[in-house]
């Protein structure tokens, strides 16, 4: 039967040795853990003592921290949940005769951080695959650098080249077809300029020279710059946004428009170019060297008026110039004057002009024929010679023959007359009236 000593008191033995002889000791009413105590009771398997002990085993004499060891077999550590940090001033070396494995299975394999001052994989003589895509969101950027990295597509390896063994094709080098539309943008303040001793030819089915948007576009060389199309093309140069088109400068010898014609349209229906009375210059066509040129509109014209005044007699059935008689100014333009009081004097450049007398005349013999016809400087213009009748006394209209003649600069145009039997003076009234046919400085 069991036996119990009761008592709410410690209960102390003093002797220096108590021996259990027992076979089990059971603890029914155990104090409640406590994971603080270091020490636990032990029994000692050779003498049956029972001992205080420490309740971590010891180290083992080899371990990881003073000796190099070797697997027994295959070891995992898993981290549950908390960090691995191996840190300290050393180096970290791991060397496999097989393989070896980073990898992370939700985040990132990363090597240096913020305190790395330089990373290196791999090693000179050995093969480094890197699988996947590749990034370097951090390289700085040196144009000083003579060497690039090429990929072969085949090898799948990375090789360094230098910059000037670049096996590329481009627009210096090569010639190329274009795969879709590009684009080249000038900024306001740069311009873009062809230039060079070649010939430059811009040749497409419609070539937009419009689409050169920029404050300055130069297509020049030394020989020739050619804007052309295909058949049936069109070059435009300008647009609807263009306020002025120069072709040439001051510096450009000449300019040339090749064609079967010239045609320039603008928005006006009525006319091929747009008037403005307050221009001062024509252009105009030498056929003779092909050229336009631009000339001063100049329209001279002009009268003289005489009014009821008389000849010298006259005595020949040929028209001599009048030597007597005064006119007065009716209008006459800058390089047209009144001289030696019946004369016109035209100081202007060679050019064309339609000259003609109109008005009245009178005999002093009359039932005879009298002629009239301009003279330049004293001398008759056969074209302009025309007669009348004079049956009685009265004035009758005679009129020169209308003609075009070039005047050159300090030519005087005057009138004469003419009588058929018998010598008279001749009374006369009426307008010697120049006037430029053409609207430049040309003949």
Same mark, same amino acid.
């Given at each position: 039967?069991?036996?119990?000593?009761?008592?709410?008191?410690?209960?102390?033995?003093?002797?220096?040795?108590?021996?259990?002889?027992?076979?089990?000791?059971?603890?029914?009413?155990?104090?409640?853990?406590?994971?603080?105590?270091?020490?636990?009771?032990?029994?000692?398997?050779?003498?049956?003592?029972?001992?205080?002990?420490?309740?971590?085993?010891?180290?083992?004499?080899?371990?990881?921290?003073?000796?190099?060891?070797?697997?027994?077999?295959?070891?995992?550590?898993?981290?549950?949940?908390?960090?691995?940090?191996?840190?300290?001033?050393?180096?970290?070396?791991?060397?496999?005769?097989?393989?070896?494995?980073?990898?992370?299975?939700?985040?990132?394999?990363?090597?240096? =951080?913020?305190?790395?001052?330089?990373?290196?994989? @791999?090693? %000179?003589? #050995? &093969? +480094?695959?890197?699988? /996947? *895509? !590749?990034?370097?969101?951090?390289?700085?950027?040196?144009?000083?650098?003579?060497?690039?990295?090429?990929?072969?597509?085949?090898?799948?390896?990375?090789?360094?080249?230098?910059?000037?063994?670049?096996?590329?094709?481009?627009?210096?080098?090569?010639?190329?077809?274009?795969?879709?539309?590009?684009?080249?943008?000038?900024?306001?303040?740069?311009?873009?300029?062809?230039?060079?001793?070649?010939?430059?030819?811009?040749?497409?089915?419609?070539?937009?020279?419009?689409?050169?948007?920029?404050?300055?576009?130069?297509?020049?060389?030394?020989?020739?710059?050619?804007?052309? =199309?295909?058949?049936?093309?069109?070059?435009?140069? @300008?647009? %609807?946004? #263009? &306020? +002025?088109?120069?072709? /040439? *400068? !001051?510096?450009?010898?000449?300019?040339?428009?090749?064609?079967?014609?010239?045609?320039?349209?603008?928005?006006?229906?009525?006319?091929?170019?747009?008037?403005?009375?307050?221009?001062?210059?024509?252009?105009?066509?030498?056929?003779?060297?092909?050229?336009?040129?631009?000339?001063?509109?100049?329209?001279?014209?002009?009268?003289?008026?005489?009014?009821?005044?008389?000849?010298?007699?006259?005595?020949?059935?040929?028209?001599?110039?009048?030597?007597?008689?005064?006119?007065?100014?009716?209008?006459?333009?800058?390089?047209?004057?009144?001289?030696?009081?019946?004369?016109?004097?035209?100081?202007?450049?060679?050019?064309?002009?339609?000259?003609?007398?109109?008005?009245?005349?009178?005999?002093?013999?009359?039932?005879?024929?009298?002629?009239?016809?301009?003279?330049?400087?004293?001398?008759?213009?056969?074209?302009?010679?025309?007669?009348?009748?004079?049956?009685?006394?009265?004035?009758?209209?005679?009129?020169?023959?209308?003609?075009?003649?070039?005047?050159?600069?300090?030519?005087?145009?005057?009138?004469?007359?003419?009588?058929?039997?018998?010598?008279?003076?001749?009374?006369?009234?009426?307008?010697?009236?120049?006037?430029?046919?053409?609207?430049?400085?040309?003949?």
């Amino acid at each position: 039967m069991s036996k119990f000593i009761t008592t709410n008191d410690p209960i102390k033995f003093g002797s220096p040795n108590i021996i259990f002889d027992v076979n089990n000791i059971n603890l029914p009413n155990s104090p409640i853990v406590n994971n603080s105590n270091t020490n636990i009771l032990s029994r000692n398997t050779v003498t049956g003592d029972i001992e205080v002990i420490n309740s971590l085993p010891p180290a083992p004499a080899t371990n990881i921290y003073n000796s190099n060891g070797s697997l027994t077999a295959n070891r995992t550590l898993t981290l549950g949940g908390f960090n691995l940090t191996i840190s300290g001033i050393g180096a970290i070396t791991i060397v496999s005769s097989t393989a070896l494995t980073l990898d992370s299975s939700l985040g990132a394999v990363s090597f240096g =951080t913020s305190t790395a001052t330089s990373v290196d994989v @791999g090693r %000179s003589g #050995i &093969n +480094t695959t890197l699988g /996947g *895509n !590749l990034f370097a969101s951090h390289l700085a950027l040196d144009n000083t650098k003579p060497n690039y990295l090429a990929y072969d597509s085949a090898t799948k390896q990375i090789f360094y080249n230098t910059v000037a063994n670049i096996p590329l094709n481009n627009i210096y080098n090569t010639s190329g077809v274009l795969t879709s539309t590009r684009n080249v943008s000038v900024p306001t303040t740069m311009s873009l300029n062809f230039t060079g001793a070649g010939t430059a030819v811009f040749n497409a089915t419609g070539f937009l020279a419009a689409n050169i948007l920029s404050v300055n576009s130069n297509f020049s060389g030394t020989n020739s710059a050619t804007l052309s =199309t295909g058949a049936n093309g069109v070059i435009f140069i @300008g647009n %609807s946004n #263009i &306020n +002025t088109i120069s072709i /040439g *400068n !001051l510096n450009t010898i000449s300019t040339t428009l090749l064609g079967a014609s010239s045609v320039i349209q603008t928005t006006t229906i009525t006319t091929p170019l747009l008037v403005d009375a307050n221009k001062s210059n024509i252009v105009y066509f030498d056929p003779i060297t092909s050229q336009l040129s631009k000339s001063l509109i100049v329209n001279d014209s002009g009268a003289i008026r005489f009014n009821s005044q008389t000849s010298q007699t006259i005595t020949s059935s040929i028209e001599q110039v009048i030597t007597v008689g005064t006119a007065i100014t009716a209008s006459l333009t800058s390089n047209l004057t009144l001289s030696g009081f019946r004369n016109i004097l035209y100081s202007g450049l060679t050019r064309r002009f339609r000259i003609t007398f109109t008005g009245n005349v009178s005999a002093a013999v009359t039932a005879q024929e009298i002629g009239v016809a301009i003279f330049i400087d004293g001398i008759r213009q056969d074209a302009s010679v025309n007669i009348t009748r004079i049956p009685s006394a009265g004035n009758f209209a005679l009129n020169t023959c209308e003609f075009v003649v070039n005047l050159t600069s300090g030519n005087l145009v005057s009138i004469g007359f003419s009588r058929s039997t018998t010598d008279t003076t001749v009374g006369f009234t009426g307008n010697l009236f120049l006037q430029t046919v053409t609207l430049n400085n040309l003949a």
